[in-house]
């Protein structure tokens, strides 16, 4: 399930089996229409199975380019797929400490999902898991 969206390699999908989760790992700078769009190229693709049990999205080789005013986009976009979101957690994994500002913000809006930041793969991966 290793897919990129067009040549531009922003993200990749990753399912893995041993745990059951989708990972996302997303490159370069990412704004909301990145995460957005990448989240329609993975529904429309059918790469998230029906045996996943969560998310965990990797921006640790990322950095946000989002302005605050479209921080809403996000957790209102999860809210307006809930066959794909609701009930499920996603874990957000940066190390950049001005990136942490967005799944916090996220973290707010939750409404039929749970998100929350971490820095470590390992501490996302356990709350996940739980």
């Known amino acids: 399930m290793n897919k990129t969206h067009k040549d531009i390699q922003k993200y990749r999908y990753e399912f893995k089996h041993d745990v059951g989760i989708v990972f996302k790992y997303y490159y370069g700078y990412i704004t909301t229409k990145d995460i957005i769009d990448s989240w329609d190229f993975a529904i429309r693709e059918g790469l998230i199975p029906k045996e996943n049990k969560g998310f965990i999205l990797d ?54 999902y749970e998100s929350r930041p971490f820095s470590t793969l390992e501490a996302a991966l356990c709350w996940v898991l739980d």
Not at 70 to 97: M, S, W
């Open 59 to 112: 921006y640790r080789q990322a950095s946000f380019k989002v302005d605050i005013s479209e921080c809403d986009h996000i957790p209102l976009y999860y809210q307006k797929h809930p066959e794909v979101f609701r009930g499920y957690k996603i874990a957000v994994v940066t190390e950049n400490q001005q990136d942490i500002v967005i799944p916090f913000w996220v973290k707010e809006k939750d409404d039929g």
